[in-house]
């Protein structure tokens, strides 16, 4: 019985799409949204989600309200904590995504 010589990983063929997807994956923004929040310490607290922002490598941000009326390109996200939280009464934070699991040519369904 004849046996194959293990194959060199050397000669495997390259894997484009694989690789676009590593780049994907290695360059992706970090995903946040901001939330205000009113009447913290009550029992009327309450808040929403009014804005969606992606912070890059080298600090800047990009943020759009939620409907899309509001866009802002910021040096840093915490610039927009500032702008949803400076009326009396209201506070804001970023909430920041974990990272997903992946990148794919699909489009992913919705939930």
Do not use: N
């Amino acid at each position: 019985m004849a046996t194959a010589a293990p194959q060199d990983p050397s000669s495997a063929p390259f894997d484009f799409d694989k690789e676009v997807c590593a780049l994907v994956r290695d360059t992706t923004p970090r995903l946040f949204a901001v939330v205000p929040e009113y009447d913290l310490g009550t029992e009327y607290a309450d808040a929403h989600v009014a804005a969606w922002g992606m912070a890059y490598d080298d600090g800047s941000a990009h943020v759009i309200g939620v409907g899309g009326a509001v866009t802002m390109s910021l040096r840093a996200p915490e610039r927009a904590v500032w702008h949803y939280g400076r009326r009396e009464g209201i506070s804001a934070r970023l909430v920041w995504l974990a990272p997903g699991a992946g990148a794919t040519f699909t489009r992913a369904e919705a939930a």
